[in-house]
């Protein structure tokens, strides 16, 4: 492996095009997604009700959260709820 200063690889990365801005909007929200589906979580945690009306609709829980309910988000709250049963 070759060693590179930092001066180098900062260099190669100006090179690099930018992000695509999906990407970039991606990553800002991600933060917040992942604390509003915490929440979910801890919630289903401790209403076994509000638990039962989230893995009957998830995407309906993300919505009423303030997430759009993508794919990668869904899959993780059914992980993590299906770690839980």
Do not use: H
């Not at 604390?35 to 919505?63: H, N, S, T």
């Amino acid at each position: 492996m070759t060693d590179y200063t930092e001066e180098q690889i900062a260099d190669r990365l100006r090179l690099l095009p930018p992000a695509p801005v999906g990407w970039v909007r991606a990553a800002c929200e991600l933060p917040r997604a992942r604390e509003l589906m915490d929440g979910i979580v801890a919630k289903a945690e401790a209403d076994a009700e509000y638990r039962r009306a989230v893995l009957a609709d998830l995407e309906e829980a993300l919505r009423l959260a303030g997430v759009e309910p993508a794919a990668p988000l869904l899959a993780e709250l059914r992980r993590q709820l299906g770690s839980q049963q």
